[in-house]
């Protein structure tokens, strides 16, 4: 028999009053449906893996029991890490790309300091919006330190911001997205060592593109953890991504990780991802670096734009007009760029491109040859 309306109605509502109130805040991540022919909107890697390299693929997941558990462990994908990474194999947590791995330890590191009513997350903004988003959805307080003027870390607010708030975790994406630069070093290490009883998380999701990375800067401080991911060099679609702390709190880290979170497929093609294909990705990176400082150069011939220095695979382009009506009108030609339409102010007259193809990056500026003039 089906139950009246209202019985309905008010089952719903004393459900959703569990919710934690936190999410009240929120809105879901919405992903669009069908993707247009010149994808330039997620900071994907552009190309696909060539025949041999797929060859290579197949002929591992042939052999792979899909009808076990995937390894608990994923030992060969750890092996491979700490050889190609360096550090000790427990030095790693793995998780379905960085989202994961940050929720891991939203979980994980939630107790509040004495005498507050919330853990304190803080970073610097605009940055990478899970770090916000999924800390608040598990009951902490987001604090966000905006940029300088050059999209660096602002010292002076950020250290009064740790001395005022004593967060738990501190991120850093370095270089930044949607910015695309890399944060200056000194100015991390400075507020690394100022702040030792809080964790300080940089993330080098991008670092393959500036050929930078803090790596020896932070096995030299146990409070200081890398986070990467190889979503951005290929292999978005596998979702597999690490954080590297040390092994006194990767140990706490594991008891919050679910047991079979990295499925035998994903660990498999990760670890050829990161020993026999690394060369594939090399070439890959080297040719996406050199068609950003192509792109960038034709986007400044428009006075109406301005790209701003990037370490990423993505540029970050101020637009001199309507930047609704210039996406519009992109898509209209089936070229998809990322808008602003909320967060940092300065944000909403920027637009973000992915570095496509040569021959995307192509129809990107006879597109806006024909728009801009």
Same mark, same amino acid.
């Given at each position: 028999?089906?139950?009246?309306?209202?019985?309905?109605?008010?089952?719903?509502?004393?459900?959703?009053?569990?919710?934690?109130?936190?999410?009240?805040?929120?809105?879901?991540?919405?992903?669009?449906?069908?993707?247009?022919?010149?994808?330039?909107?997620? @900071?994907?890697?552009?190309?696909? !893996?060539?025949?041999?390299?797929?060859?290579?693929?197949?002929?591992? !997941?042939?052999?792979?029991?899909?009808?076990?558990?995937?390894?608990?462990?994923?030992?060969?994908?750890?092996?491979?890490?700490?050889?190609?990474?360096?550090?000790?194999?427990?030095?790693?947590?793995?998780?379905?790309?960085?989202?994961?791995?940050?929720?891991?330890?939203?979980?994980?590191?939630?107790?509040?300091?004495?005498?507050?009513?919330?853990?304190?997350?803080?970073?610097?903004?605009?940055?990478?919006?899970?770090?916000?988003?999924?800390?608040?959805?598990?009951?902490?307080?987001?604090?966000?330190?905006?940029?300088?003027?050059?999209?660096?870390?602002?010292?002076?607010?950020?250290?009064?911001?740790?001395?005022?708030?004593?967060?738990?975790?501190?991120?850093?994406?370095?270089?930044?997205?949607?910015?695309? @630069?890399?944060?200056?070093?000194?100015?991390?290490? @400075?507020?690394?060592?100022?702040?030792?009883?809080?964790?300080?998380?940089?993330?080098?999701?991008?670092?393959?593109?500036?050929?930078?990375?803090?790596?020896?800067?932070?096995?030299?401080?146990?409070?200081?953890?890398?986070?990467?991911?190889?979503?951005?060099?290929?292999?978005?679609?596998?979702?597999?991504?690490?954080?590297?702390?040390?092994?006194?709190?990767?140990?706490?880290?594991?008891?919050?990780?679910?047991?079979?979170?990295?499925?035998?497929?994903?660990?498999?093609?990760?670890?050829?991802?990161?020993?026999?294909?690394?060369?594939?990705?090399?070439?890959?990176?080297?040719?996406?670096?050199?068609?950003?400082?192509?792109?960038?150069?034709?986007?400044?011939?428009?006075?109406?734009?301005?790209?701003?220095?990037?370490?990423?695979?993505?540029?970050?382009?101020?637009?001199?007009?309507?930047?609704?009506?210039?996406?519009?009108?992109?898509?209209?030609?089936?070229?998809?760029?990322?808008?602003?339409?909320?967060?940092?102010?300065? !944000?909403?007259?920027?637009?973000?491109?992915?570095?496509?193809?040569?021959?995307?990056?192509?129809?990107?500026?006879?597109?806006?040859?024909?728009?801009?003039?």
């Amino acid at each position: 028999m089906t139950p009246p309306d209202r019985w309905v109605s008010m089952s719903i509502e004393s459900l959703k009053a569990l919710f934690r109130p936190e999410l009240d805040e929120l809105s879901a991540y919405r992903v669009p449906p069908a993707p247009p022919a010149v994808k330039l909107d997620a @900071n994907e890697s552009p190309w696909p !893996l060539p025949p041999e390299a797929r060859a290579r693929i197949a002929a591992v !997941l042939h052999t792979s029991e899909l009808h076990r558990y995937p390894d608990g462990r994923a030992t060969k994908l750890r092996d491979a890490l700490a050889r190609g990474l360096g550090g000790s194999v427990n030095e790693y947590v793995l998780g379905a790309g960085s989202d994961e791995l940050i929720a891991l330890m939203a979980t994980a590191m939630s107790r509040p300091r004495s005498g507050a009513d919330h853990p304190v997350v803080v970073f610097p903004e605009p940055t990478f919006g899970m770090y916000g988003m999924t800390s608040r959805a598990h009951g902490w307080q987001p604090v966000g330190v905006p940029l300088d003027d050059d999209w660096d870390l602002d010292l002076g607010a950020m250290s009064a911001t740790l001395e005022r708030t004593k967060p738990n975790v501190v991120y850093y994406a370095t270089p930044n997205n949607p910015t695309g @630069n890399c944060f200056s070093r000194n100015k991390v290490e @400075n507020l690394v060592d100022a702040f030792p009883d809080s964790l300080h998380v940089i993330d080098e999701a991008y670092g393959p593109y500036s050929g930078e990375s803090f790596a020896t800067f932070a096995e030299e401080r146990p409070h200081c953890a890398l986070m990467g991911t190889l979503s951005k060099v290929g292999f978005a679609g596998i979702r597999v991504g690490w954080v590297r702390i040390h092994e006194a709190l990767s140990h706490e880290l594991e008891k919050v990780r679910q047991p079979f979170n990295l499925n035998t497929a994903s660990q498999d093609i990760a670890t050829l991802a990161l020993t026999d294909l690394a060369p594939v990705l090399e070439e890959h990176i080297t040719s996406i670096v050199t068609e950003r400082e192509r792109l960038a150069t034709e986007l400044e011939r428009h006075e109406e734009l301005q790209c701003f220095p990037s370490d990423a695979n993505f540029l970050l382009v101020r637009v001199g007009g309507d930047v609704p009506e210039l996406c519009a009108a992109l898509l209209d030609r089936e070229i998809a760029v990322r808008q602003f339409s909320s967060g940092d102010s300065r !944000l909403r007259s920027c637009i973000r491109i992915t570095i496509g193809t040569p021959q995307e990056n192509q129809r990107l500026v006879e597109a806006l040859r024909d728009i801009l003039g």
